[in-house]
């Protein structure tokens, strides 16, 4: 693993746990499209990630699941783990210090520059077909 990496799993780990702290949102809406734009995964694999570091009873299974299939990088899941904990203590630390309105207007300022992103400045990326697609490909010709 690179030092490039490696900072960006603690980045990604600390901001969404701080996040979470602080707005309550962390997984599904920091951690996934981190993992997918700055590190390159694939949807599943940063589902699988970001479910493997919020693994608890409740989702222990969705993991299994994931793991099975080999979407999870479990090397990526305990940094980010280690670094969402730091942040996460530190985003609710900040966030008991706010008032609510502004706890408001935080969250709706974090969604909505996430869909403004998502909605307009996403790029679709070009898969290479895998051998199997290949060979599905030939035989229906």
Known sequence: MSATTLLLLIVIGLAAGFLSGLVGIGGGIIMVPALVFFLGLTQKQAQGTSLGVLMLPVVALAVWQYHKQGQIN????????????TGGFLGSKLALSLSDDKM??????????????MLFFDKKKIIAPTESTKIQQTASH
Request: no cysteine.
């Open 74 to 85: 479990f090397n990526y899941v305990f940094l980010i783990a280690v670094a969402f904990i």
């Open 104 to 117: 408001k207007k935080i969250f709706a300022v974090v969604l909505l520059l996430l869909s403004i992103k």
